[in-house]
C-alpha cells in the first residue's frame, strides 16, 4: 500500500498541482522509513487524515498546492513520537510521594491517594493536563492503563490526539469497579463504545499476572481477542515479582503469561525487566511488543531491562514514561530516548549497545510495532496517517548538527518540539496548543493540588 | 558573616527603605541555606555583586527600595547551578563522533579534530556558544579544562559568567602547548593574568595521571598551590586507567596522586567512578571534590560513582556534564540532576539512595563546596555574591506543585528558566540573554560546522 503510494507520487509529478491541505516543510525530513531516508530540505504533503507524499520540497511544491503551509526552515520534521505506556490521569499526583520504596509508595502514598480522589472528573482533568503535556512535547500517541478509560477517551479525542487506552481489570475494588467482573464488564463496554474510532484504539489492561486470578487473565485475553483489541500488562518489571512467580508457579512471570495464554493476540508488556533467555525466546516467538520505561525502572530501582538481547532477536521496542507519580514526573520521550541509549552502555559497559538511531527508532516506528500500528503511524510515508511534528534547532543546544540522530537522542528537548500534526489535524502550532485550553487546565491542576493534599493524611 | 548579615537585616528592618539594585521576587525561594529554608512569596535582594537579604517579599518590600525589580510570582527563585566539569569549547564538535569506544573516540575523531581545527577563534566562538547555552539553563558557574583557557577566560567575563577555568597540562603536544614545560608557563602567566578577577577563580589543570608525567603533576600542584589556586583534574574515570595503574605502580589512581602531594591544596576530581574503600577514606581525609559527570559516566560506558560512600563520608560532590562532544552533548545541569539520582537507585536497588533534594544539593552548594567557594556561592544567603536564578512553572511538566525537589529534580526543565542573575548583574531576562548575541553565535556554529567536516577525513 505504502509503495503504491511512493509509485503514484511519481507519476502524479507529471501532471499539474494537485490540492492538499497542508504541506508541512523543513531542514531536513527524517523518514524512519524501511531505508531511513532523510531528505534535506524536504516537505511532507497531507490530505485529509493521510500524508499523500514526502520528498525534497521544490519537488512536493511541484506537484501540489496546499491550503495551509507550514515552512520551519530552521527545524527538523519528525514522525510524531510514540508512547507505549503511560498512566496519564496520574498527572494529578505528581511529585506527591518521590524516592521511596516500591511497596512504601504503593501502600502508603499511591493506593490511598487514588481511594480518595480518582473520580470520572479527576480523570478528565488528569487525562487534559497529561495530554497537554505530550503533545507540548511531540508525543501524537499514547499507550494508557488506568481506572475509566471512557473518559480518557473522551478526553482525547477531543484534544485529537491519538491513544491505545486500556481498561484496567485488577482483582481488588478500584475506583471504576469493585471487582474484576465488573472491570470486565466496563472493558467490553469501552470496546464497543470506540470501535473502529479515528483516534482511540480501545484495549483490555489486566494490571498484571501477580495482581489478577488466572481466570480473569485468560477472560482479558478473551475479550480482547473477541473485539480484535491490543491487551496491556505490566510483565517481570519487579524481581519480587519474578522471584514470587517462580517460587508459586515454578514459572517466571513471562512463562506463566504464556501457558495462560496470554499473549496469544496482540500484547503490549509494559516493563519486561525480569527475562530469562527463554523468556525472551518466547516473546520473541508470540510477536509481544515490549513497552520499554528506563526512567521509571531507574527511579523506582525496578532494574534494567536486557533490551540487546531482545533486539537481536527481533522483538519490537518502544519507549514509555510510565506514570508521573512516583515511577516518573513527567511524560518526556525526549528524555526516555537519551535514558534508554546512556542506561543500556553503561550496564553492558559498551558504548556501542544501543545507538541513538535505536532510541530514536524505539520512540517512532517501534513503537508503533508495539501497539500493532506500523501500517498506520511511526514513520513519514505516503499512505500513513498524518502524525508528523517539526522540532527546532534554534536553541544554542541544537548547534551544530553534526548527526541528526545523536541530536534528536542526546541533545533537543521537549521545548524545542513547535507544531505537532495528529491525523492530519494541526493541534499545536509554534509551541501553542490549539485544542486545549492551557490556563484553564492549569487551574484544574491547582484546584486538585489543594484538594488531593487534603485528602492524605501523610 | 552570612549570620551577621542576616541579623542585620532584621535590624535594619525597623529603620525605612534602604535603596538596593535589584529585587528578585517569586513563588518559593529554595535558599539551599544551612536550614534549607523555603521561603513562600520570598524575594531576595541585590545591592552591587551581592545579596543583602532573602525574606518573604512583604518584609524585604518593607526595608528595601530597588532601582529595578523582577517579579515572578509563578517561579522559583533558587541558587544558580554550579557546572563541576566541563569543557567548554567542545560544544562545537556537539555529535560528531557518538556511541564509540572511549579509545576510537579520543583517537580516531576527537584528537585528529581537535589538532587541525582548535585555534584562539575556535576556542572563542565554542565558548560563547557553551555560554550561552549554559546561562539559558540556569547554570552560573562552570568549571572548565581546555586549551587557550585565557581566551575562555576573556570570553566568559564578557558575557557576565562565573567560572573556574583550568589551563591543561598534559605529556604530548596540543594545540597550545607542545610541551608540559609550555604548558606549565602558559598556565602560571594564565594564574597571574586572572589574579583577583571578579568572575574568573584561575586553575592549573594536569589532564590525569596517565597522561601526565609524575613531575609535571607534581610541578601543578606546587604552581597552583604558589598561586592559592585549584587543581583540577580526571581521576579514576576508566576501568583502565584502574587497572594499569594498579599494574605499573601497585596503587590505585586516587592512592598514585596521594602519595605524589596531588591532593595536598584544593583539587577537583572529576568522574571518580573507580575507587576503593581506600580511595574514598583519602579523598575524605584530603577534602578532595569530586565532580560527578553521570551524562558522561554512562555514555562512554565508563561506570557508576560509588555516590551513597562518598556522601556518607562527607566528600563534597557536585555535578558536571563533561564535554558535548561524544561524552554528552549538551551542558544542562537539570538532566546531571535526574541521571545522578536515577542511576544510583537502580544500581544500589535501593529508591532512597539518591534523594531529590541531595541532587539538588549537588547542583547548587554542593558544587560550590567542590570549588571552595562556598562561602561565596551555592546558596541564596545574605552575604553572598548574587548568584541567583528563577525557574519558571509555566509548563504543564511543572502542575501540580507537590514537592519543590522532586520538581526540580525530576520535572523542571531548563528550558523553565526565565531570569539569570550572576554576580549582581541581571545577564538572562525573560529567556533573553543580555550580554551576548544570539544569532552571531548560531552563525558562527554553522561557520565552524562546515570547516570542521571538510578538516575530518572519516
Chains 1, 2 share one sequence.
Not at 511512493?6 to 491541505?21: C, N, R
Not at 517501534?366 to 500500528?373: F, K
Not at 489535524?425 to 484546584?447: G, P, Y
Request: with cysteine; aromatic share 6%.
Amino acid at each position: 500500500m505504502i509503495r503504491y503510494w511512493a509509485s503514484l507520487f511519481f507519476v502524479l509529478s507529471t501532471y499539474s498541482a494537485e490540492p492538499v491541505d497542508l504541506i508541512l516543510s523543513g531542514r531536513q525530513v527524517v523518514t524512519m522509513d524501511a531505508a531511513q531516508r532523510i531528505i534535506a530540505d524536504g516537505a511532507v504533503a497531507i490530505k485529509g487524515e493521510r500524508i499523500v507524499a514526502v520528498g525534497p520540497r521544490a519537488d512536493i511544491d511541484k506537484v501540489y498546492k496546499a491550503k495551509q503551509r507550514i515552512d520551519r526552515p530552521d527545524a527538523l520534521i519528525t514522525p510524531g513520537l510514540i508512547n507505549t505506556h503511560t498512566h496519564a490521569p496520574m498527572s494529578l499526583f505528581r511529585g506527591i510521594a518521590d524516592d521511596l520504596r516500591l511497596q512504601d509508595w504503593l501502600e502508603k502514598y499511591i493506593f490511598p491517594a487514588e481511594a480518595r480522589n480518582v473520580t470520572p472528573e479527576f480523570v478528565r482533568a488528569g487525562t487534559q493536563l497529561a495530554v497537554l503535556e505530550m503533545l507540548l512535547g511531540g508525543t501524537t500517541t499514547y499507550t494508557d492503563m488506568y481506572y475509566f478509560e471512557e473518559v480518557i477517551a473522551e478526553a482525547t479525542a477531543a484534544a485529537g490526539m491519538r491513544a491505545v487506552l486500556g481498561q484496567t481489570i485488577i482483582a481488588f475494588p478500584v475506583p471504576d469497579a469493585k471487582t474484576p467482573q465488573l472491570a470486565l464488564a466496563r472493558a467490553e463496554a469501552f470496546l464497543k463504545q470506540f470501535a473502529g474510532h479515528r483516534l482511540i484504539t480501545p484495549a483490555v489492561a489486566p494490571h498484571a499476572l501477580y495482581t489478577n486470578s488466572d481466570e480473569s487473565l485468560q477472560a482479558s485475553r478473551a475479550l480482547a481477542n473477541k473485539y480484535g483489541a491490543p491487551l496491556l500488562i505490566h510483565v517481570a518489571e519487579t524481581k519480587r515479582e519474578f522471584d514470587e512467580s517462580k517460587q508459586k508457579r515454578g514459572l517466571t512471570p513471562v512463562q506463566a503469561l504464556a501457558k495462560l495464554g496470554v499473549f496469544d493476540g496482540r500484547t503490549v508488556a509494559a516493563h519486561s525487566i525480569w527475562l530469562d533467555d527463554e523468556d525472551i525466546a518466547i516473546l520473541a516467538r508470540k510477536q509481544v511488543g515490549v513497552a520499554h520505561c528506563p526512567s521509571s525502572n531507574m527511579k523506582l530501582s525496578s532494574g534494567v531491562a536486557p533490551l540487546p538481547k531482545l533486539l537481536k532477536l527481533g522483538v519490537a521496542i518502544g519507549l514509555g514514561p510510565d506514570g508521573p507519580a512516583g515511577s516518573n514526573n513527567d511524560f518526556n520521550l525526549f528524555e526516555e530516548m537519551d535514558l534508554a541509549a546512556k542506561l543500556q552502555k553503561v550496564i553492558t559497559m559498551d558504548p556501542e549497545a544501543l545507538p541513538a538511531k535505536t532510541a530514536f527508532t524505539m520512540a517512532t516506528i517501534g513503537g508503533a510495532r508495539v501497539l500493532g500500528l506500523e501500517k498506520e503511524i511511526g514513520s513519514i510515508e505516503a499512505g500513513k496517517r498524518a502524525d508528523v511534528i517539526a522540532i527546532r534547532l534554534d536553541a544554542p543546544h541544537a548547534w551544530p548538527l553534526f548527526n541528526v540522530y545523536s541530536q534528536l537522542v542526546y541533545a533537543l528537548k521537549a521545548s524545542d518540539v513547535s507544531d505537532v500534526i495528529v491525523n492530519g489535524k494541526l493541534l499545536v502550532r509554534d509551541r501553542k496548543t490549539l485544542t486545549l485550553d492551557k490556563s484553564k487546565i492549569q487551574a484544574e491542576a491547582e484546584r486538585y493540588l489543594g484538594r488531593i493534599r487534603k485528602s492524605i493524611t501523610y
